[in-house]
């Protein structure tokens, strides 16, 4: 939310989230720019979304850059618990699910191992970027959610992105739903996410949001995760 995202884009994403009738609402971060009095309007459109499992965030570099104490105070006033190195278990009956939230790689302070103590069960990781991978490496997990990248924001027809935010793993994972052979085929989603930075302009990269259903063990077995 800011003065380079049009107020109309935060609507519909909220109408297309709410729409998706979700269990449980996962927010990868970076909800401001610049300044963290954008929150409040952001704060009473997620008010609006039921997600009867929780509703969950981390905060992104923007936030972080910006007054994260207020940020986080206003999405607690709007039903949503700021995860820090710290995790979560799902309530009865998916309580075997673990929901942990590692800090930023880029201004923050991740703790991989914070952010997963505790968590005995399935373990899904809320992350901003793609980075946050490094921390995670000697760690088992089973599925990871992040953003940051825009896929690029402005992208070659095709989607490959022309400029990217620092750090190798960001081009590596700059959108999309990738299997990691270095973390045991544990399974990353990558958000393009709705805003801009910067400048207002989105090219070959548009805004999204993803419903995903994550099925049983089992089950996933015969048929994969979806992710629309």
């Known amino acids: 939310a800011g003065p380079v995202t049009h107020p109309e884009l935060l609507n519909e994403a909220s109408r297309a989230i709410a729409g998706g009738k979700p269990d449980l609402l996962l927010l990868g971060g970076d909800f401001i720019s610049p300044f963290a009095q954008y929150v409040d309007g952001l704060a009473g459109r997620l008010s609006q979304i039921e997600a009867p499992l929780g509703k969950f965030a981390v905060l992104g570099n923007h936030d972080l ?19 820090v190195n710290e995790s979560v278990r799902l309530p009865a009956p998916y309580d075997d699910i673990f929901i942990c939230g590692l800090d930023d790689s880029t201004v923050g302070s991740p703790d991989a191992a914070a952010a997963l103590r505790g968590a ?3 373990r899904i990781v809320l992350m901003h970027s793609p980075e946050g991978l490094l921390s995670l490496r000697p760690h088992r997990f089973d599925l990871a959610f992040c953003g940051h990248t825009h896929g690029g924001q402005v992208a070659w027809p095709g989607g490959v992105p022309i400029m990217m935010p620092g750090g190798p793993l960001n081009r590596a994972y700059a959108h999309g739903t990738h299997k990691l052979r270095d973390h045991a085929n544990a399974t990353l989603i990558v958000s393009r996410g709705i805003g801009c930075s910067s400048l207002p302009v989105r090219l ?25």
Do not use: N, W
């Open 65 to 83: 850059y910006a007054d994260d104490e207020y940020i986080v105070e206003r999405l607690a006033k709007a039903g949503v618990r700021t995860l």
């Open 120 to 122: 005995d069960g399935v």
């Open 204 to 228: 070959f990269a548009p805004p999204e949001v993803h419903v995903c259903t994550v099925l049983p063990a089992a089950a996933a077995s015969e048929s994969p995760m979806a992710a629309d």
